[in-house]
């Protein structure tokens, strides 16, 4: 069998054409969409993240402020920028670069953010609006990324058994939800599943589509994957690598050469979910603008 290659890059690219002409339409009205985001402390993944993060947005013609702090910025300090922010009508989406350092309560940090600009989806009342189907809360990126790639390869979702590898909040859990929600681009049968879950590759192998978000290189292989299934990776891992420049390179959460013969379709890694976590970022902006400005009709 010979898969389709689900291209992130090129399904990002589309979905930030599409924010593109809704922050011209906005800037038409006289409002400018505006993303802070914080960065503590120098970690170098979080640095470039934070940096491609900035880039999409003077791209795209929003109001950009990012805020670097030292590592060693205290609790006190961090919620008190918090506040400021939560105050800047500039500001419609606020994001705090994760992992912060040790000292920092991230749950406390996040429980900080005014819902409405929580364009990450992690406060507990986005969450709780997640479960209710609430649509004018913000779901996390990675999983509405998922779902657009799905979506924008004619994948059916409704009726489908997906199984989600990974119960993260950050992807697995809210995932569940938004696709066994009712609605567009919803209704599934939704599984999920952890590195503890016995006979996973059984389960596994029942599903329609297999998300992969357990954050373990290769973990899934052959053996847990039926002939035609669909794959969404999400795992991003560094491996040593003595050939590359950096001494590493980058794999998912799925061993792709040994599982990509058996699918129907499967997303790369790098170019598959990665893309698609920042284009919903920068579209979660624009919502949350249209929302604090009452131009969301």
Same mark, same amino acid.
């Given at each position: ?48 993240? /934070? ?5 999409? =947005? ?6 950009? &402020? ?24 500039? #500001? ?34 986005? /969450?709780?609006?997640?479960? &209710? ?7 996390? =990126? !990675?999983? *509405?990324?998922?779902? +657009?790639? *799905? ?11 997906? #199984?989600? /590898? ?11 939800? &938004? ?9 599934? !049968?939704? !599984? ?10 059984? @389960?596994? +192998?029942?599903?329609?589509? #297999? ?14 994957? +039926? ?38 379709? @499967?997303?790369? /890694? ?7 976590? @920042? ?15 009452? &131009?969301?009709?």
């Amino acid at each position: 069998m010979e898969p389709t290659i689900i291209d992130g890059k090129k399904v990002a690219a589309s979905a930030l054409n599409d924010v593109r002409a809704e922050i011209a339409s906005l800037s038409n009205r006289g409002v400018q969409p505006g993303l802070a985001v914080v960065l503590v402390g120098d970690d170098p993944a979080s640095r470039a993240y /934070v940096g491609s993060k900035e880039r999409t =947005c003077n791209d795209l013609g929003m109001f950009s &402020l990012k805020k670097e702090l030292p590592a060693d910025t205290t609790q006190e300090a961090l919620l008190g920028l918090i506040d400021e922010l939560n105050d800047d009508p500039r #500001v419609h989406g606020i994001l705090v670069q994760s992992p912060p350092p040790p000292q920092i309560d991230e749950a406390a940090v996040v429980r900080a953010l005014d819902p409405a600009k929580d364009v990450d989806g992690f406060h507990p009342a986005n /969450v709780a609006k997640l479960a &209710l189907e609430d649509a004018t809360g913000f779901v996390p =990126c !990675t999983p *509405l990324g998922c779902q +657009r790639l *799905l979506t924008a390869y004619d994948i059916p979702i409704e009726g489908a058994h997906v #199984v989600v /590898v990974g119960r993260s909040l950050i992807v697995g859990k809210s995932l569940g939800l &938004l696709l066994m929600a009712k609605g567009e681009a919803a209704n599934a !049968t939704v !599984t999920i599943a952890h590195s503890r879950t016995r006979d996973l590759a059984a @389960i596994t +192998r029942s599903a329609d589509i #297999v998300v992969a978000a357990i954050g373990r290189p290769h973990f899934l292989t052959e053996t847990h994957i +039926r002939e035609g299934a669909v794959v969404i990776d999400v795992g991003i891992n560094r491996v040593e690598d003595t050939s590359k420049k950096k001494g590493y390179r980058l794999v998912g959460d799925v061993d792709f050469d040994a599982v990509a013969p058996k699918c129907q379709a @499967i997303t790369p /890694v790098p170019g598959g979910v990665g893309p698609m976590t @920042i284009a919903m970022l920068m579209m979660n902006t624009v919502k949350a603008c249209r929302q604090q400005t009452g &131009l969301d009709s």
